[in-house]
């Protein structure tokens, strides 16, 4: 067999590694979109999906993270309109001196806007904000044909639809307005409760006056009588002005791969008992910074190399309230750590009903489970496949910004209108990702 000569690619979860070339926009280039190209196209942002949805085998990659510019912003409306490359963080320098936020945010500030509407991104706030794409009132998306075309609730609203979680496929965004919310001070009024077990946890998110942020962290390697135990995390932008001051920069960094068995269910089990109780008290409550609070992992740059070489998977899911979602998320606990796999980083919340513009869009509203798994060949691979049956049986889908596993068949039953969606695919683009879960058997 020839040897491939293009350089390899991986996402966060350092699996799959696809060969594929790179070419860098920037704003000024010209896209080598119009005459048609030579291999297949994918627009790719920071990389930071875990999975194959930002990687093409043997395909050519347009890296977005040249397009960086902030173009226009109205302090009056709160509109921000950027290049698709720009990423959270630099919106964040921009934005909190002026005393405004993401109007949503996920676990980690270094992804693009590009790649926050095409996965159509949730955070803490999904019960009242919905997902990135609801505060995105319009884009611009290039197509490989040359054309260009806005994008909006009122303008090519079908295109607006399909690209909001259309995973890239249907073209390159290459700008885009993002409405900001207002805030007074950088500080989150924060309040942790711990919680023991899955019905203690749906109390506490169903109580009512919930805040603005919600999100669960939950032991997956605790058993007994602590099975299911977590710390329940509320925040709120404080009302008290104070500081609104840029971040700093983060200045540790994880200089090398972890040797695989650094990560195990004992050195799991451990940290997990140490943040446990790190929190005595069932309650806590106080200001905290904005960064602790959303982004815990970005205070270690790479910290993906703690899982070793041969990386991470990650696995996301929601299960409808109509189904005996709490059974669900209790069969897949139980499934974990009978596995003997460690995850730390185990998130759980409720999604509301804020309904997304996006016609491929993840959330529903439910439970959504999101973890991390170390790579151990077999072990983890039949994890998961255990966990998408689960998933399947309790009416549930799985996140594709998340996922280097699911099946086609899984992929089409957890989203029946993927036919309908890939009517808008540009003929000139594809993914790891669509080709995974689309090839026939
Ligand atoms: C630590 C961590 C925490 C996370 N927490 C959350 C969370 O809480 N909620 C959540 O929803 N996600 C979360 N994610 C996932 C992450 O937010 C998404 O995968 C996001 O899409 C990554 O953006 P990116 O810029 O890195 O895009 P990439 O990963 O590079 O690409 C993602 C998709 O966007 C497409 N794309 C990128 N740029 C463009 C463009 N200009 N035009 C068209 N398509 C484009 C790509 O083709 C690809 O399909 C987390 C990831 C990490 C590493």
Redesign the pocket.
Known sequence: MPRNPQPKFE??GRYPRLHANVVPLSWTTDFPLAKPPATKL?????????GD??LLDGGTLLK?RG?DRLLHFDPQTGILCCE??V?LAEILDFAVPRGFFLPVS???K???V??????D???KNHHVAGTFGCHVPRFELVRSDGARFVCSATENADWFSA?IGG???T????WAEIRLRPIVSRAIQYRGTKFIGIDEFVALSQASAQPVYTVAWIDCAATGNNFARGIYMQGDHSSMPGELTPSKRPWLTLPLDLPEFALNRFSVSLFNTLYYNKQRAKEKTGLVDYEPFFYP?DSLLQWNRMYGKSGLLQFQCVLPWEADHQMGIVKILKAITASGLASFLAVLKVFGDVPSPGMMSFPAPGITL?LDFPIRTEVSFDLLDRLARITQEHGGRM?P??DARMTAEEFQSFYPQWQAFARYIDPAFS?A?WERVTARG
């Open positions: 996402s966060w994918l627009p790719v942002g920071a990389g930071r999906s875990y949805v930002c977005t397009m698709a490359g990423t996920p676990g980690t270094y992804v693009t590009g790649g926050a509407i095409a996965n991104i949730h955070g690209t995973m890239g496929l073209g390159l965004i290459s992992l999101a996140y910004a998340k993914s990702f």
